[in-house]
């Protein structure tokens, strides 16, 4: 049995932070190559410190879904999965033993040499008649005088492409570092020039900041009085976005399980609690806000509120994926980046086979299963403020200032819309959902959003408003 975990930045404010993760995870599924593929964030949940424990394997590869190396993908995935790592990935990757599970974690999907080939198929979207006889390729960047790495991946990608001959020239430029987006009129000679954002999801730089800088109008722009004469731009989308990044995420989960190991075995923990979140299935009950009920091989699921609304007044969803994206925000259209907060929308039923229900319930409620089972084994370890505090690196390292006073004016806004019970703050919980209440949810550790609030909290001088992202 073997797992894939595919790692995000998610956002505690934009709901399409995390649409590329879920894209490439469903693609990867319906592959079948790995018997689970999981998602965990920096800033949505699964957390970091919990997606491990929703695996089911014991053989776990962990891709880190950013575009290069850096900050994230060097400090912090691998202390918040606890991988006793830091600093630069090798290239075959870093393997560790955790809690049972082999995890491998390897470099970032963005240094992988078969992006060259995703940029090429960006390029050949929007102009399909490329011809190195009059076509310059652009590779954009962001770039950043902080990590040469952010740049490291663009010029060896754009040095791939020119030793392929493909193109008449091929420029590595950036956003934030030279040589700057806005010199391509002075640097480009070919009359035809494609522009390939080495981003990994579409979002303000590519819809708006490089536009900008270049004079674009859409997807085709006319040049008419360039230095070396009249000039067309080809826009295209990020690479990122492409479904051939699959291919790439699978090229890496391999070669890091070729580095050594075997397929793993099912994790008896993990199956235990699913076991017994199945037996409260079966029998019908409540798991926070939602009323479960068992119906002839398939489940059905809905907001308690719901009970007793027909089908008609509801919106019926069949899959687990949609029973996700109908829950990651509130009745006003707001995401939901804590998924244990009382703010779940109603007007919705789920209708899930058996085998789909774990899934579903995961989307729901991520790690409250695995973690409400080890709470009730006396097994779940419990975070305390100032050991996660002292944890924080980079903008977050002010947090381990916060006083007594300040940590718990961030909770009463913060924590009180919350299902769970601040176990790392000292507050008790003698049953679990899995007991026979619905709303007993374990809460081991403070999670990223109570923590961008103590942030944000020791910037402004003012009680928290639970509305930044840090």
């Known amino acids: 049995m073997r797992s894939l975990v595919l790692i995000g930045h998610g956002s505690h404010l934009n709901s399409e932070s995390a649409s590329a993760v879920f894209?490439?995870?469903?693609?990867?599924?319906?592959?079948?190559?790995?018997?689970?593929?999981?998602?965990?964030?920096?800033?949505?949940?699964?957390?970091?410190?919990?997606?491990?424990?929703?695996?089911?394997?014991?053989?776990?590869t962990v891709i880190p879904m950013f575009i290069s190396e850096g900050y994230f993908t060097e400090t912090v995935i691998p202390r918040e999965l606890g991988l006793g790592h830091q600093g630069p990935v090798p290239p075959e990757g870093v393997a560790r033993v955790l809690g049972g599970r082999t995890v491998r974690y390897t470099l970032p999907f963005g240094v992988h040499p078969g992006m060259a080939d995703v940029i090429l198929a960006r390029a050949r979207e929007v102009l399909p008649d490329a011809a190195p006889e009059d076509t310059a390729l652009i590779v954009l960047g962001h770039g950043t005088t902080r990590n040469e790495n952010s740049h490291k991946v663009i010029y060896s990608n754009a040095d791939r492409l020119r030793e392929s001959g493909l193109f008449a020239e091929v420029h590595a430029l950036f956003l934030d570092e030279d040589p700057r987006v806005g010199t391509w009129p002075d640097l480009v000679r070919s009359r035809r020039v494609v522009v390939v954002p080495f981003?990994?999801?579409?979002?303000?730089?590519?819809?708006?900041?490089?536009?900008?800088?270049?004079?674009?109008?859409?997807?085709?722009?006319?040049?008419?009085?360039?230095?070396?004469?009249?000039?067309?731009?080809?826009?295209?989308?990020?690479?990122?976005?492409?479904?051939?990044?699959?291919?790439?995420?699978?090229?890496?989960?391999?070669?890091?399980?070729?580095?050594?190991?075997?397929?793993?075995?099912?994790?008896?923990?993990?199956?235990?609690?699913?076991?017994?979140?199945?037996?409260?299935?079966?029998?019908?009950?409540?798991?926070?806000?939602?009323?479960?009920t068992p119906h002839s091989g398939v489940y059905e699921l809905r907001h308690a509120l719901d009970e007793g609304m027909g089908g008609a007044e509801l919106q019926t969803v069949v899959t687990p994926e949609g029973l996700r994206d109908v829950t990651r925000r509130d009745a006003a259209g707001e995401h939901r980046p804590v998924r244990t907060y009382r703010t779940l929308p109603r007007g919705?039923?789920?209708?899930?086979?058996?085998?789909?229900?774990?899934?579903?319930?995961?989307?729901?409620?991520?790690?409250?299963?695995?973690?409400?089972?080890?709470?009730?084994?006396?097994?779940?370890?419990?975070?305390?403020?100032?050991?996660?505090?002292?944890?924080?690196?980079?903008?977050?390292?002010?947090?381990q200032r916060a006083t007594h006073d300040q940590v718990e004016r961030v909770a009463r806004t913060v924590c009180s819309p919350c299902l769970r019970t601040r176990l790392w703050a000292g507050e008790k919980l003698p049953r679990t959902f899995l007991d026979g209440?619905?709303?007993?949810?374990?809460?081991?550790?403070?999670?990223?959003?109570?923590?961008?609030?103590?942030r944000e909290t020791l910037i402004s001088k003012r009680p928290t408003t639970a509305s930044h992202d840090g």
């Open 199 to 292: 981003f990994a999801s579409e979002g303000w730089h590519t819809l708006e900041t490089i536009p900008e800088d270049m004079g674009l109008r859409g997807e085709v722009t006319e040049f008419p009085d360039n230095p070396h004469g009249p000039q067309t731009v080809f826009y295209a989308r990020p690479v990122g976005t492409h479904p051939a990044v699959a291919n790439v995420v699978l090229s890496l989960a391999e070669e890091a399980r070729s580095a050594g190991g075997r397929d793993g075995d099912v994790d008896r923990t993990h199956d235990a609690a699913w076991q017994a979140m199945m037996a409260l299935a079966r029998r019908g009950g409540r798991i926070g806000e939602v009323l479960l």
């Open 437 to 454: 209440v619905p709303g007993a949810f374990p809460c081991a550790e403070a999670c990223t959003y109570f923590v961008a609030e103590v």
């Open 348 to 399: 919705w039923r789920a209708v899930l086979s058996e085998a789909e229900l774990r899934r579903g319930v995961h989307f729901l409620y991520p790690a409250v299963v695995e973690e409400s089972y080890a709470h009730s084994c006396h097994s779940l370890r419990h975070t305390p403020w100032p050991t996660t505090a002292r944890r924080q690196t980079g903008i977050y390292t002010r947090v």
């Open 23 to 60: 894209r490439y995870a469903e693609l990867l599924r319906e592959r079948g190559l790995y018997d689970e593929v999981i998602e965990g964030y920096w800033k949505e949940e699964p957390a970091l410190r919990q997606v491990l424990r929703t695996t089911a394997s014991t053989d776990v």
